[in-house]
């Protein structure tokens, strides 16, 4: 079994590079460099993604990572919202058993 390799954010876009360059194929430069051209193309397509960003400004940068931390402490404060209610809904479950000799609560069914 072989060792997997870790290759270099350097060699990744030069490949990369090269793939967008569209001068030989992908499959060629992946057999130059004996990787699976999926890997190339993988490759390929993040730079074509992610390009734009070099031409960002800071102050855009800074606006976007701001916007993710809010919906990120929202989406916390979310879960938290749905684990408390989740703590207190199987309380009141286990108090309506416990009262009513094992029943289950009307409407609730199997959760």
């Known amino acids: 079994m072989s060792k997997r390799r870790n290759h270099s954010p ?10 967008l360059k569209e001068e030989r194929s992908v499959s060629e430069i992946a057999a130059d460099y004996q ?11 993040e730079l074509a993604e992610k390009a734009s960003v070099i031409f960002s400004s ?6 976007q990572k701001r916007r993710e931390q809010v919906l990120e402490a929202e989406r916390d404060e979310l879960l938290k919202a749905v684990g408390v209610a989740t703590v207190e809904r199987d309380w ?5 058993k416990t009262i009513n000799g094992g029943e289950e609560p009307p409407g609730l069914g199997q959760v």
């Open 10 to 19: 350097q060699f990744k876009a030069k490949l990369a590079v090269e793939a």
């Open 58 to 63: 800071t102050k855009q940068i800074k606006e």
């Open 92 to 96: 009141l479950r286990r108090i309506y």
């Open 35 to 45: 990787l699976n051209p999926n890997l190339v193309r993988r490759w390929r397509d």
